[in-house]
T-cell receptor
Framework: AQTVTQSQPEMSVQEAETVTLSCTYDTSESDYYLFWYKQPPSRQMILVIRQEAYKQQNATENRFSVNFQKAAKSFSLKISDSQLGDAAMYFCAYRNENLQGGSEKLVFGKGTKLTVNP | DSGVTQTPKHLITATGQRVTLRCSPRSGDLSVYWYQQSLDQGLQFLIQYYNGEERAKGNILERFSAQQFPDLHSELNLSSLELGDSALYFC?????????????FGPGTRLTVL
């Protein structure tokens, strides 16, 4: 079974600075997707960024970028120019590419609580 | 707003009771997922439906059941409730089954069992 590990329960960053959240995963599959979700105090789950395992190029979305190391099974999220609105729980998630059926469920890590200090 | 609606937002009930949580997916989405978020277990997949058919089960207790109706809305039924069932229950939907298809999450139903 696939597992996702986030080793940093809490992180903090100064406004306008850069922070990196870590994530490692375990899978025997070769085709899969990785995601970072943000959960602000409102509890809404919001997709931040996603990465296809077959792509070597790291995904970027504005101030958010990932460092995807497939061999190391590592998928870290970098937030640049941190803003107060970035304060939230961040969840790393894994999803299989099931071409022969099965579940497309998301497997989540335990989350990292990010605090942004003004 | 993700386009996924869940009702009710909050539910307070007693041990031993039964409740029904409702989810309406985004227009056009055929796949519905239920997840449970609790302090001790984190976010866990419960069950998935696709176009009315059960597709996969995760860590769903036998006391829990779900279904997806012809209009694609879904209901999660929780019975013989225990204190440990207190959690935030999310419904998510996606247009299809491709791994790339984004799962859009509803706002969740906060269940408190007293």
């Amino acid at each position: 079974a696939q597992t996702v590990t986030q080793s940093q329960p809490e992180m903090s960053v100064q406004e306008a600075e850069t922070v990196t959240l870590s994530c490692t995963y375990d899978t025997s599959e070769s085709d899969y997707y990785l995601f970072w979700y943000k959960q602000p105090p409102s509890r809404q789950m919001i997709l931040v960024i996603r990465q296809e395992a077959y792509k070597q190029q790291n995904a970027t979305e504005n101030r958010f970028s990932v460092n995807f190391q497939k061999a190391a099974k590592s998928f870290s999220l970098k937030i640049s120019d941190s803003q107060l609105g970035d304060a939230a729980m961040y969840f790393c998630a894994y999803r299989n590419e099931n071409l022969q059926g099965g579940s497309e469920k998301l497997v989540f890590g335990k989350g990292t609580k990010l605090t942004v200090n003004p | 707003d993700s386009g996924v609606t869940q009702t009710p937002k909050h539910l307070i009930t007693a041990t031993g009771q039964r409740v029904t949580l409702r989810c309406s997916p985004r227009s056009g989405d055929l796949s519905v997922y239920w997840y449970q978020q609790s302090l001790d277990q984190g976010l866990q997949f419960l069950i998935q439906y696709y176009n009315g058919e059960e597709r996969a089960k995760g860590n769903i207790l036998e006391r829990f059941s779900a279904q997806q109706f012809p209009d694609l809305h879904s209901e999660l039924n929780l019975s013989s409730l225990e204190l440990g069932d207190s959690a935030l229950y999310f419904c998510a939907s996606s247009v299809g089954l491709a791994g790339y298809d984004e799962q859009f999450f509803g706002p969740g139903t906060r269940l408190t069992v007293l």
